[in-house]
């Protein structure tokens, strides 16, 4: 089994900047895909990037240059750094483990990009 748990949610301002981070514990193996998707009200699920265990990264098309995700192995935990926020971002955010075939998914952040 494994467990994530995310933090580092909360209400900003547009333009402004949040750091989430997501703890994996457990059954956790190096070869895995780690990912943050995200579902604002109304909406389905989307991917917003995503990180293999070598760097590999890819994004979705509207927070390229605004992203990044990157992984700490040692940790097993991965992050999303988010600048010049925007209020279309505004939806829950999820952390996703993929790893032979079965998907993990964190319990949801948060966040509210509002004035």
């Known amino acids: 089994q494994v467990q994530l748990v995310e933090s580092g949610g909360g209400l900003v301002q547009p333009g402004g900047s949040l750091r989430l981070s997501c703890a994996a514990s457990?059954?956790?193996?190096?070869?895995?895909?780690m990912a943050w998707y995200r579902q604002a009200p109304g909406k389905g699920r989307e991917l917003v990037a995503g990180?293999?265990?070598?760097?590999?990264?890819n994004y979705e098309d509207s927070v390229k240059g605004r992203f990044t995700i990157s992984r700490d192995n040692g940790k097993n935990t991965v992050y999303l750094q988010m600048n010049s926020l925007k209020p279309e971002d505004t939806a829950v955010y999820y952390c996703?483990?993929?790893?032979?075939?079965?998907?993990?998914w964190g319990q949801g952040t948060q966040v509210t990009v509002s004035s």
């Open positions: 457990g059954s956790i193996f190096r070869s895995n895909v």
């Open positions: 996703n483990v993929k790893q032979y075939g079965l998907d993990y």
């Open positions: 990180i293999t265990s070598i760097g590999s990264t």
